[in-house]
């Protein structure tokens, strides 16, 4: 028997299957999904068995043996593999990168090469063996220059062989446990706790923890005096890493569907029963109960004897649905959470692969949750980009969420209270069905929106960021203990530092970008290097002292909005939640202690229902609209109205306050009035005339090098290739310098491409990513194509 092995090797830009023979001890154990450790050139590394077959057409005294296996059961299923391909290929890149994208971190087997002392070593090679060892090895990559020259001459003799092995990242966490031989014996009358506990630990089915034997009392005496009667021997037993383990979670009350919600689920239920693959857009407005339809399908999925897979855009800020969902369904639910160590991501993927968990949550990668039998995929706030995978491989949870609904027959649930023009379109041209929520839950109002004109307000002499009508309402819900959510997309305490005389602006000496001062640090930050540096006290270039600082982060306006109503205030933005969990406290110290107001930037937009807060104020509602992206106007509006939707969703009315310098925009008016048709129907006006998605397809090229010339080369070289091989109806935009010109020192071009149908357009894209993965290597100049792009920079 032989096998077909994909494996990682990164010198090339296509994948490559190698065959090997199964050894005959293994042949009824490898299946295909096996990960296995193979002979390769002159190393052994990791690969997966991607198919089995009885023959070869190579030479079979040519073909090498698999050393082992590295797991009992396949790591991945038959369904994994093809997707990892599907995926490969419509995304351009190697199918090894997305199946190390499927699997958890965990299971990435790192190699090390080890020394060992040979048969025919001398004295002298034993003697530096001696010297350099740790528990009997040499680990090269632990060895430093010196000691490296050193041992050449013995390895060339022979004396010193090299040998590879795999390190797991992760073991499988274990507890010490006692259990009982069952000898049938007891420790003498006298010794009354051993007696005590040896009854114990034999009346239980499993061994039980040293932790818990200590728990009850013993001290470790008794355990080592019953191991040394042989009564008992300690042992390790796995344990699962539960992050979730000592919350308590409090039954949800489970809602009677409103009459919308039943008539959504309805439609749901009916098409998986027909086992049929469907999409549906569920467009609900905020605060309609979107997830009581979710809990509602889930349910039906798991009584069919299937699991679900539910998407949310970041786990971290979805605390409350986390909590819904265990409280609904208990320990079936594993957590995929970002912020978890590899440990535990890898403790909750076993879960899922050995069916102890039916549910998975999670943000873009748990749509690889290794189920078996998928009976429903949900993808909450399905607007939301972070569901495109910045990094290779480029994956769109959204479309690898079809392509498993498809082979599942399951349906995608698609929600929005803001659906993406894309899903909106195909909902309009009936290829997704869309199910409708216009009320909320309760029936509750919607809030009321008012625009505030701020160049109006600072004719009339109010220079603050917080306007007149703002701090009226404000003071008034501090006074009757209702709660704000304060809206400002920027962080840090100053946007930039700006020298009165000279008008010079700090920039990044890596990036074309200016710095952001943080005042908690005293430091001036590049937000798209590390670069960090301190606040200079004259202006570098005239010596002036005029320097002061523009534009208000979250940091100053914390000062502000306690300085001016002295309160207390949540801030929340990357800078107060870098540490694991902090998300979580911060929301839960709102809501428990009814603190006044939550500031932060966009993260405390979606999602979060706290039914005491009656006021939601944006200080600056332009921040999305001035970026050089065709879906600014669409972020802004979606921004705008999912923060809006935060207000009023408990029994009090709520309210609302957008801050702009724009306020004639469509989005901002659009989302003033709660009219998502309207604000699609202009935006799809504009996207038609400027030909952008969904009216057209896109691929973004970006060219990335330290050096300018070979950058603006290779972007030439590419915008002609592409010319050359596209149809006519096709756009080609670029090459032009990226809107940010220069990240970490690399030059950054840009080409765009647009296209409605270009059959051979997979073969184009493949030929300049082959070209490229050389080239780069050669002249330091890197290409990445990203396939239906999120974003245009
Ligand atoms: N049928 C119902 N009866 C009573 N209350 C309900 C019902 N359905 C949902 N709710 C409550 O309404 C509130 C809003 O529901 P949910 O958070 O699911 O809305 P959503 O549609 O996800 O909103 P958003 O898009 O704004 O996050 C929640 O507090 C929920 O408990
Ligand atoms: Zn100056
Ligand atoms: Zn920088």
Request: charged share 25%; with cysteine; proline share 4%.
């Amino acid at each position: 028997m032989f096998a077909s092995v994909i494996v990682s090797v990164s010198s090339n830009s296509v994948d490559r299957l190698f065959t090997y023979k199964i050894p005959d001890s293994l042949v009824d154990t490898i299946r295909v999904g096996h990960r296995v450790f193979i002979p390769f050139g002159n190393r052994d590394i990791q690969g997966f068995v991607i198919d089995i077959t009885e023959t070869t057409e190579f030479d079979i005294s040519k073909v090498k043996e698999i050393n082992r296996i590295m797991d009992g059961t396949p790591v991945l299923t038959k369904e994994l593999i093809q997707l990892s391909k599907k995926i490969a290929t419509y995304y351009i890149d190697r199918q090894i990168s997305v199946i190390e994208a499927i699997l958890p971190v965990a299971l990435k087997a790192k190699t090390k090469t080890i020394l060992k002392l040979s048969e025919t070593a001398g004295s002298n090679a034993t003697e530096l063996f001696d010297e350099l060892q740790k528990n009997n090895e040499i680990v090269v990559s632990n060895l430093d220059k010196n000691h490296l020259k050193s041992i050449i001459p013995f390895m060339k003799s022979g004396e010193f062989v090299e040998e590879t092995i795999v390190a797991q990242h992760t073991k499988k966490k274990t507890n010490r446990a006692v259990r009982s031989l069952n000898t049938n014996r007891m420790p003498s009358e006298r010794a009354v706790k051993q007696r005590e506990l040896l009854e114990w630990i034999e009346s239980e089915a499993e061994p039980v923890t040293l932790l818990s034997i200590k728990d009850a009392g013993y001290s470790v005496q008794v355990i080592d005096a019953l191991e040394k009667r042989g009564l008992v021997e300690r042992v390790d037993i796995v344990v699962d890493r539960d992050p979730y383990e000592s919350r308590v979670f409090f039954e949800a009350e489970r809602h009677t569907l409103n009459k919308e919600q039943q008539v959504a689920f309805n439609k749901i239920e009916y098409s998986m029963k027909q086992y049929k693959h469907e999409t549906f857009l569920l467009h609900g407005v905020t605060g309609s109960g979107k997830t009581e339809v979710y809990l509602e399908a889930i349910e039906s999925a798991l009584e069919a004897g299937k699991d679900a897979i539910m998407l949310v855009p970041e786990i971290a800020l979805t605390p409350q649905m986390v909590n819904r969902f265990k409280a609904r369904f208990g320990d079936y639910v594993a957590v995929l959470h970002s912020a978890l160590s590899h440990g535990e991501k890898y403790d909750e993927w076993r879960k899922i692969k050995e069916g102890r968990a039916r549910i998975s949550i999670g943000a873009r990668s748990s749509i690889f949750a290794p189920f078996k039998n998928v009976g429903v995929i949900i993808i909450d706030e399905e607007h939301e980009s972070t569901y495109k995978q910045g990094e290779r491989p480029l994956y769109d949870a959204r479309q690898v969420a079809k392509w498993r609904a498809e082979y599942f027959n399951c349906p995608l649930i698609l929600g929005s209270a803001t659906p993406s023009l894309e899903s909106y379109a195909r909902s309009e041209k009936g290829v997704f069905t869309r199910l409708e929520l216009k009320h909320r839950a309760k029936a509750q109002p919607l809030p009321e929106t008012t625009i505030v004109d701020m160049a109006l307000s600072r004719q009339e002499g109010n220079i603050s960021i917080v306007s007149d009508i703002l701090r009226e309402k404000i003071i008034d819900r501090i006074q009757k203990e209702e709660q704000i959510i304060l809206l400002l997309n920027r962080r840090g305490y100053a946007h930039f530092l700006l020298c009165q005389d000279c008008g010079h602006v700090p920039m990044c000496p890596n990036c074309d970008i200016s710095l952001t001062y943080h005042k908690s640090n005293g430091t001036l930050m590049c937000h798209y290097c590390a670069y960090e540096t301190s606040v200079p006290n004259k202006c570098p270039e005239c010596q002036s002292s005029s320097i002061t600082f523009r534009g208000s982060g979250t940091e100053k306006v914390e000062e502000i909005l306690r300085d001016m109503f002295n309160t207390e205030v949540v801030r929340m933005d990357i800078d107060t939640t870098r540490n694991k969990g902090k998300h979580e406290t911060l929301l839960m110290h709102f809501e428990d202690e009814n603190i006044p107001i939550l500031l932060g930037t966009q993260m405390i937009a979606k999602g979060l229902d706290f039914p005491n807060v009656t006021l939601v104020g944006v200080l600056n509602a332009d921040t999305t609209l001035n970026i050089p992206d065709f879906r600014a106007n669409e972020r802004t509006f979606q921004l705008l109205t999912q923060v809006a939707g935060r207000a009023g969703r408990g029994d009090k009315t709520g309210e609302v306050i957008f801050q702009t310098y724009n306020p004639d925009h469509y989005s901002i008016l659009d989302a003033q009035m709660n009219r998502y048709k309207e604000f699609y129907m202009k935006e799809m006006e504009y996207r038609r005339i400027a030909r952008y998605s969904p009216y057209f397809f896109h691929v973004l090229f970006i060219i990335t090098s330290e050096n300018l010339e070979h950058c603006v080369k290779a972007s030439h070289d590419i915008s002609k290739i592409l010319l050359e091989n596209i149809s006519n109806q096709s756009i080609v935009i670029g090459p032009s310098p990226s809107p940010i010109e220069r990240i970490n020192n690399r030059f950054r071009f840009q080409i765009l491409l647009k296209y409605r149908h270009e059959p051979t357009l997979k073969d184009i894209l493949e030929q300049l990513d082959q070209r490229y993965y050389v080239a780069y290597k050669k002249s330091g100049v890197s290409l990445r194509i990203d396939v239906d792009p999120q974003f245009i920079m």
